[in-house]
């Protein structure tokens, strides 16, 4: 535990020194900020997550607009963290902030919206809202058939 609390103050301490480093550099994109929380995401730690995303959200705001999908990947993401940390309601309205943007960016055949349907899905049926959750899932799999095929690992 000890190791754990550690480590993630140096991930807090890198991501700041980060942040600060991609505003004066990249325009502030987020980008440094948006690959440590998902690092964060494989290793547990979504509460640390969740506050880099809510800054990195910030940043793709300012610079790319609400209807981007850079934007959306955010909300996916934090979706995903809320998903983990029980909290589903914050997590489906965070699956469908990232669905209406795929919607008016990337259409209803591409497998982002696929996978943002997926996880809502999936979000529904830890809620226990299972009618919802296979509907959800129904439509993943018509867009991951249609745009990747019945082979691809995805489908």
């Not at 959750?133 to 995805?154: N, R, S, W, Y």
Request: glycine content about 8%; proline content about 1%.
């Amino acid at each position: 535990v000890e190791i754990k609390n550690h480590l993630r103050g140096w991930y807090l301490d890198m991501a700041r020194e980060l942040a600060e480093e991609e505003a004066a550099n990249e325009g502030g994109k987020g980008v440094a900020l948006y690959n440590l929380a998902v690092s964060l995401r494989k290793h547990g730690d979504h509460t640390t997550a969740l506050r880099l995303l809510e800054r990195c959200l910030e940043l793709r705001r300012a610079t790319f607009g609400e209807e981007h999908e850079k934007t959306a990947s955010v909300y996916f993401q934090m979706g995903g963290s809320f998903r983990k940390l029980g909290e589903y309601d914050k997590a489906l309205e965070m699956f469908e902030k990232a669905l209406q943007i795929d919607l008016a960016t990337r259409g209803r055949q591409h497998p982002s919206t696929a996978a943002t349907y997926n996880d809502m899905g999936l979000t529904c049926e830890r809620k226990g809202d299972y009618d919802k959750a296979l509907q959800m899932q129904e439509k993943a799999l018509q867009i991951f058939l249609t745009t990747l095929g019945e082979q691809h690992p995805d489908t």
